[in-house]
């Protein structure tokens, strides 16, 4: 009967350690980044993010982004330091512009393509028909959740988060006309990759 007992306090121990440990193992983190304009794009917002375990909720609401096009979005991350955002001082090519490679020293490759529908990988990073539309007032809204890997969930804290595309002739479409092809692809106006905005993710406390 004693040993009984002891093997029962043992378990009941073992139980009661095991559920005091199972709701920090799921415990869900926040974070914000405040998005500021870069490329004189007026482009403004903020993002909420909230993290549990490897599934990440995020939320963007964006204004004064250019209205009626597609923009391109990702959490950007350094792989040994944290994210900063660029400023003119990256424009190498002295055209008054940052374009995404001239950022990248800043901010980072493409971790996680933050799209509105199947594949979230840097893969995705130039799936511009699965990216938000902003509206005809330049307010773009963006709510999804979808697991991340280890490696992004582990330093969120340390990266940022960047929106893409500028009207900078403001005739209501990408084109080359004003800043010629983008420096990521050829194929595609580097009005529609260049940033738009660009804010450093930080946790949320409390």
Do not use: W
């Amino acid at each position: 009967m004693k040993i009984l007992k002891k093997s029962g306090v043992a378990l009941v121990l073992v139980g009661a350690a095991y559920m005091s440990l199972a709701p920090a193992a799921f415990a869900q983190e926040a974070f914000q980044a405040d998005l500021a304009p870069l490329n004189n794009s007026g482009a403004s917002g903020t993002a909420n993010l909230a993290l549990e375990g490897d599934q990440l909720t995020t939320d963007i609401a964006s204004q004064g982004l250019a209205p009626n096009l597609p923009h391109a979005q990702h959490i950007h991350g350094l792989e040994q330091a944290m994210s900063e955002c660029p400023t003119l001082a990256n424009d190498q090519d002295g055209d008054g512009l940052v374009n995404t490679t001239e950022g990248a020293p800043s901010y980072g490759p493409i971790l996680t393509s933050l799209t509105t529908e199947g594949d979230t990988s840097p893969e995705s990073g130039l799936a511009v028909d699965r990216f938000p539309v902003a509206n005809e007032d330049g307010t773009l809204t963006y709510d999804r959740t979808f697991g991340v890997p280890s490696t992004v969930a582990e330093r969120l804290g340390e990266f940022a988060i960047v929106q893409h595309g500028v009207d900078l002739n403001g005739n209501g479409m990408y084109d080359e006309e004003a800043a010629g092809p983008s420096d990521l692809d050829p194929s595609l106006p580097q009005e529609a990759t260049i940033p738009a905005n660009c804010g450093t993710i930080e946790p949320v406390s409390g």
